[in-house]
């Protein structure tokens, strides 16, 4: 029995067709062409004629005896010209017959046009050899078939729970076993799926390599790569690209490809039509995400990533800002989208996300460093308006490259959780602005730091509550005074002589001499932590 071609749905290629024992018995020998026996075979055609173009339809592997050989050796060549025009997939021309050789100007029409062209040596029968082949491509159309049917259930049952755009282009690459990138118009990688590849060698100058490829009116392969591209609708027309990487160039593209991709666009174009979808949003917030959490396998992936979605990483200033802010539901999203909207109108870079809750993350890329201070102005006024006078913007040290961004995000978020309460005043916030009191905010709840202030101050704190007495408050004032009894007893709206016996009473209680500077520092610092955690408390 021969051997069978893999009922997968892929159609036999002309490599595979000469291996057959049906046609090995002839001894094939490629003349022409041998880059192109990867073309798939979609039918084998018998013919005599010198002008068989009107009886193919493209994909024909052609199989002659030798058609008449024409006294004018052009027509030889309008010959192959038809078949390569008409898409055939091959020439196979069996000698003893009409030729005993190949004719040369045959031989040279084919290498012109890049046409296979496969001589037998011995006779062979077509009907065997049109017999084993077609029993091969239907088969494979049988498959092929099956597996569409598969492929639609799997997308149908998607796009009926909702699924989100990464889970569909998850779907997408691992069902088609290639990288599938989805971008906008504008060429941004906005997700991309590339099943354990590092993202530097495939998506590194992406937007210039994209634009290579035109946007075609269906799913075909286009440009230098022979990417698989199909159209991705919404309600205004042509929204984007979702775009397959296969590796092998100057191919057919594989009909179970071209499934998988038509399903995986019309499941995109239904999930852009169903509502409002923030798809640059998620992608900013997911790239932003795996910046702060140093997820990339390397600098040269992370430039790669960043670039692709338009931030330029190279021969720029990069800053970090947070939003702290306590609004819920949708409004934090709706928020990163103006401020996305009005950093573009002024020309700034950016990356803006929702990168945890009560977070928003902004990502500039600025040309001249010393225009930081605008901008986080613009973000912070913005964000004031939208979000009333308990939003905090908070802006990390500036780096060159974006393995330096994680550490500057981590200054960031910070800084945004110690200042509490924001001032009026300020726009935002840098980490030199952090001072004591806002770092012991942001370590109250650090043990060691509590019992620390327990230690220092719990025998004034029972004396008080035992007491009903004042002797805590008394002593945040003199702390506050730094030391200048007449300030502090002003402070506590006492007379001196009563703020006087309130001193010598916490000396007497906590066995300390508050005239020492290192002893005052003590109790303040235990002060301080003490009073960041009362302002942290829920409660009235």
């Known amino acids: 029995m021969p051997p069978r071609h893999p009922a997968t749905g892929h159609f036999p290629t002309i490599a595979e067709v000469l291996r057959l024992p049906v046609l090995a018995e002839g001894m094939p020998r490629v003349l022409a062409g041998a880059s192109q026996l990867h073309r798939a075979v979609r039918w084998v055609h018998v013919t005599e004629l010198l002008n068989p173009a009107d009886f193919l339809e493209g994909g024909e592997l052609v199989l002659?005896?030798?058609?008449?050989?024409?006294?004018?050796?052009?027509?030889?060549?309008?010959?192959?010209?038809?078949?390569?025009?008409?898409?055939a997939a091959g020439l196979v021309v069996e000698l003893g017959h009409r030729y005993r050789k190949v004719p040369d100007e045959l031989v040279a029409a084919c290498r012109a046009r890049e046409v296979?062209?496969?001589?037998?040596?011995?006779?062979?029968?077509?009907?065997?050899?049109?017999?084993?082949?077609?029993?091969?491509?239907?088969?494979?159309?049988?498959?092929?078939?099956?597996?569409?049917?598969?492929?639609?259930?799997?997308?149908?049952?998607l796009t009926l729970r909702g699924a989100s755009p990464e889970e569909l282009v998850h779907t997408t690459a691992e069902l088609a076993g290639a990288p599938v990138v989805l971008e906008d118009l504008t060429h941004r990688v906005l997700m991309c799926e590339l099943l354990g590849r590092p993202y530097e060698p495939v998506v590194s100058a992406w937007s210039r390599r994209s634009r290579a490829a035109p946007t075609l009116e269906k799913l075909a392969p286009s440009g230098p790569e022979g990417w698989l591209i199909a159209p991705v609708q919404d309600h205004h027309g042509l929204w984007g690209r979702l775009v397959l990487l296969d590796s092998r160039l100057n191919t057919e593209p594989d009909p179970e490809h071209v499934l998988v991709l038509e399903r995986a666009a019309v499941a995109l174009t239904m999930a852009r039509l169903a509502g409002p979808a923030w798809w640059e949003r998620r992608a900013h917030r997911s790239v932003l995400r795996d910046l702060c959490e140093r997820r990339f396998r390397s600098p040269a992936d992370a430039r790669a990533r960043a670039e692709?979605?338009?931030?330029?990483?190279?021969?720029?200033?990069l800053f970090a800002v947070v939003i702290r802010h306590t609004r819920c539901?949708?409004?934090?999203?709706?928020?990163?989208?103006?401020?996305?909207?009005?950093?573009?109108?002024?020309?700034?870079?950016?990356?803006?996300?929702?990168t945890a809750p009560g977070r928003i993350g902004v990502l500039l890329a600025l040309a001249q460093a010393s225009a930081w201070q605008p901008v986080a102005e613009r973000i912070g006024r913005l964000a004031r308006e939208e979000l009333g006078p308990e939003a905090v913007v908070a802006v990390g040290p500036g780096v060159t490259d974006l393995s330096g961004i994680a550490r500057s995000w981590q200054e960031a978020e910070q800084t945004a959780d110690a200042i509490t309460p924001a001032s009026p005043e300020r726009w935002f916030y840098v980490p030199a602005d952090v001072e004591l009191p806002e770092l012991l905010g942001v370590l109250r709840?650090?043990?060691?730091?509590?019992?620390y202030a327990e230690r220092q101050l719990t025998r004034l704190i029972e004396h008080d509550d035992r007491n009903s007495g004042d002797l805590l408050p008394a002593l945040r004032s003199y702390l506050t005074a730094a030391g200048n009894k007449s300030v502090a007893a002003k402070l506590a709206g006492m007379s001196r002589q009563a703020y006087y016996q309130r001193l010598h009473t916490i000396e007497r209680l906590l066995g300390c001499d508050l005239e020492s500077g290192l002893q005052r520092t003590s109790l303040h610092v235990a002060v301080l932590v003490l009073d960041a955690r009362v302002a942290a408390?829920?409660?009235?």
């Open 64 to 87: 002659t005896t030798g058609m008449p050989y024409p006294e004018d050796a052009s027509k030889l060549r309008d010959y192959v010209d038809q078949l390569a025009d008409v898409g």
């Open 445 to 451: 709840e650090d043990t060691r730091l509590q019992r």
């Open 308 to 317: 692709a979605l338009g931030l330029p990483a190279f021969g720029h200033r």
């Open 116 to 157: 296979p062209l496969v001589e037998l040596a011995r006779g062979v029968r077509f009907i065997d050899v049109t017999q084993t082949v077609h029993a091969l491509i239907l088969d494979a159309q049988g498959a092929l078939l099956r597996r569409g049917r598969d492929i639609q259930d799997i997308f149908t049952a």
């Open 329 to 354: 539901g949708g409004e934090g999203e709706q928020l990163d989208e103006r401020i996305a909207k009005a950093l573009t109108q002024t020309g700034v870079r950016a990356l803006v996300g929702e």
């Open 537 to 540: 408390a829920p409660g009235p």
